[in-house]
């Protein structure tokens, strides 16, 4: 008779469930200890809540003892100041004194106790940090934009506070809000104002409050820089130039214009920037030529007009004859009211301006500068350190002073009349309504004072 085996091992299949089931169970059992909720971080929440109850206990400790060794019944700080030696960061305590209770000290575990001088002792969530800038720096400041104080100490360790608080020397011209947004009043009186911030930090560091910084912002001013470019001169904009007949068609290297150009322009070629100045016939050169600043503002503080620093090309006026009519024309498109022949106007085409404009730096419309504008700030024949007129060269005005002799600034910033041929021109930009300024407003050069044009 056959007798059959009987197969008592583990098949294949149950084989693969058992390691399933096993792989299930040991995802459950990792998820447990070290998921979102796990019980590894349970167990290290645990650790330091123990941590800081006996942080706690043992200050409260200490402020008891401190207490019960003063008959006043009060904190006898001395004596705190030994018992916390060891519990609360070394720098808390020797800020530690009796006339600026309550005291903010920071425990060994991060966190933050308020002792009052009564004994009462509370705890405190870890606050944020508080960064702050040194008042050698530059400060970051535009109208209606929240300020951001950047400051660090000395070792470059952000330091932290509970609470921040900002202070105007002038509301008139400046107010805080209490985010710490700094609002400047859009007021044409307020041009070039001064006013003084003052930053108030309580609890910085463990001390009871500190000013962590006075900053003195400026507001901008006529004559500070701004950071408009009218960018390059390109092949069609000479062109355009030579098609009017005011650039000459043999002018491939830039020159300036002479007698056998009059009425024309020159000092410039395609790729160069418009920003740059040239320095027709004087030899007196001016280091901060280059680029714009602001010529006038409206009436609610926001920029109005601005103004090439120096001359980025330059125009002959021969002096001849009705010459300074029809030069009058060209540069800036007026009639003279004394009456010139018919002729001084023929053949002669008005000076297009635009190509000065740049509207992704907000310009709408451009000139030249006019001898009125120069005028209004310090006044005819008077020599002035006003760096707007005194730009160390002569500069050309839309305005005849006879009929052959235009008016223009001198190098000393005399306005006067000219008998020169060869003289710089200087483009002045129009901006849109409600360009406001934002960037370094801190006491600086005037020369390095450089503002962002914003809307």
Same mark, same amino acid.
């Given at each position: 008779?056959?007798?059959t085996k009987k197969n008592?091992?583990?098949?294949?299949i149950?084989?693969?469930i058992?390691?399933?089931?096993l792989l299930?169970?040991?995802?459950?059992t990792?998820?447990?200890i070290t998921g979102?909720?796990?019980a590894?971080?349970?167990?290290?929440?645990?650790?330091e809540?123990?941590k800081?109850?006996?942080?706690?206990?043992?200050?409260?400790?200490?402020?008891?003892?401190?207490?019960?060794s003063?008959?006043?019944?009060?904190?006898?700080?001395?004596n705190l100041k030994?018992g916390?030696?060891?519990?609360?960061?070394n720098?808390?305590i020797?800020?530690?004194?009796?006339?600026?209770?309550?005291?903010i000290?920071t425990?060994k575990?991060g966190?933050?106790?308020?002792i009052n001088?009564?004994?009462?002792v509370?705890?405190a969530e870890p606050?944020a940090?508080?960064?702050?800038?040194?008042?050698?720096?530059?400060?970051?400041?535009?109208k209606?934009k929240?300020?951001?104080?950047i400051?660090?100490g000395?070792?470059?360790?952000?330091?932290?506070a509970?609470?921040?608080?900002?202070?105007?020397s002038?509301?008139?011209i400046?107010?805080?809000?209490?985010?710490?947004?700094?609002k400047?009043v859009?007021?044409?009186?307020?041009?070039g104002?001064?006013?003084t911030i003052t930053?108030?930090a309580?609890?910085i560091n463990?001390?009871?409050?500190?000013?962590?910084?006075?900053?003195e912002?400026?507001l901008?001013?006529i004559?500070d820089?701004?950071?408009?470019?009218a960018?390059l001169?390109?092949?069609d904009?000479i062109?355009?130039?030579?098609?009017?007949?005011l650039?000459s068609s043999?002018n491939t290297?830039g020159?300036?214009?002479d007698?056998?150009t009059?009425?024309m322009?020159?000092?410039?070629k395609?790729g160069?920037s418009?920003d740059?100045?040239i320095?027709?016939?004087?030899?007196?050169t001016?280091?901060?030529a280059?680029g714009w600043?602001?010529l006038?503002?409206n009436?609610?503080?926001?920029?109005?007009?601005?103004?090439?620093?120096g001359t980025?090309?330059a125009?002959?006026?021969?002096?001849s004859?009705n010459s300074?009519?029809?030069s009058q024309?060209?540069l800036g498109?007026g009639?003279?009211?004394n009456?010139?022949?018919?002729?001084?106007?023929?053949n002669?085409?008005?000076?297009?301006?635009?190509?000065?404009?740049?509207?992704?730096?907000y $310009? #709408?419309?451009?000139?030249?500068v &006019? %001898? *009125?504008q120069m005028?209004?700030? /310090?006044?005819?024949?008077s020599?002035?350190?006003?760096?707007?007129?005194n730009i160390h060269?002569?500069?050309?005005f839309?305005?005849?002073?006879?009929?052959?002799i235009?008016?223009?600034g001198?190098p000393d910033?005399?306005?006067?009349?000219?008998?020169?041929?060869?003289?710089?021109i200087?483009?002045?930009?129009?901006l849109?309504d409600?360009?406001?300024?934002? $960037? #370094?407003g801190?006491k600086?050069? &005037? %020369? *390095?004072?450089?503002?962002t044009l /914003?809307?």
């Amino acid at each position: 008779m056959l007798k059959t085996k009987k197969n008592t091992g583990i098949t294949l299949i149950a084989l693969i469930i058992t390691i399933v089931v096993l792989l299930i169970l040991a995802g459950v059992t990792i998820s447990a200890i070290t998921g979102n909720e796990s019980a590894m971080e349970k167990a290290t929440e645990a650790r330091e809540k123990d941590k800081q109850g006996t942080e706690f206990e043992a200050i409260k400790l200490a402020v008891v003892n401190s207490v019960a060794s003063d008959l006043t019944g009060l904190v006898n700080v001395d004596n705190l100041k030994k018992g916390l030696n060891g519990i609360v960061e070394n720098e808390c305590i020797s800020r530690m004194d009796k006339d600026n209770s309550p005291w903010i000290v920071t425990g060994k575990t991060g966190m933050k106790y308020k002792i009052n001088q009564n004994g009462e002792v509370t705890s405190a969530e870890p606050v944020a940090s508080v960064e702050f800038v040194s008042t050698t720096d530059e400060i970051a400041v535009s109208k209606s934009k929240k300020l951001s104080i950047i400051a660090r100490g000395a070792s470059g360790n952000i330091t932290e506070a509970n609470e921040v608080t900002f202070t105007s020397s002038d509301e008139d011209i400046a107010t805080v809000e209490e985010d710490g947004s700094i609002k400047i009043v859009n007021d044409e009186s307020n041009i070039g104002e001064t006013v003084t911030i003052t930053v108030i930090a309580d609890g910085i560091n463990g001390s009871n409050e500190c000013t962590i910084a006075v900053i003195e912002l400026i507001l901008p001013k006529i004559g500070d820089f701004v950071n408009y470019s009218a960018g390059l001169w390109s092949e069609d904009e000479i062109t355009d130039l030579q098609m009017a007949e005011l650039y000459s068609s043999t002018n491939t290297t830039g020159a300036l214009p002479d007698s056998s150009t009059p009425y024309m322009f020159g000092g410039f070629k395609a790729g160069d920037s418009k920003d740059n100045s040239i320095t027709p016939y004087s030899t007196d050169t001016n280091t901060y030529a280059s680029g714009w600043r602001i010529l006038s503002f409206n009436n609610d503080g926001t920029i109005n007009e601005i103004i090439h620093a120096g001359t980025p090309e330059a125009y002959y006026n021969p002096n001849s004859t009705n010459s300074a009519y029809k030069s009058q024309y060209i540069l800036g498109g007026g009639i003279n009211s004394n009456g010139a022949s018919a002729w001084a106007y023929t053949n002669v085409s008005m000076r297009d301006w635009s190509m000065y404009v740049n509207s992704n730096y907000y $310009g #709408t419309s451009a000139k030249s500068v &006019t %001898y *009125e504008q120069m005028l209004s700030f /310090t006044g005819l024949n008077s020599s002035t350190s006003n760096t707007i007129r005194n730009i160390h060269t002569y500069y050309w005005f839309p305005k005849a002073s006879t009929n052959k002799i235009l008016w223009c600034g001198s190098p000393d910033g005399n306005l006067t009349d000219c008998l020169i041929n060869c003289m710089g021109i200087r483009p002045v930009v129009t901006l849109e309504d409600g360009i406001k300024v934002e $960037g #370094t407003g801190s006491k600086h050069d &005037t %020369y *390095e004072t450089r503002w962002t044009l /914003t809307k």
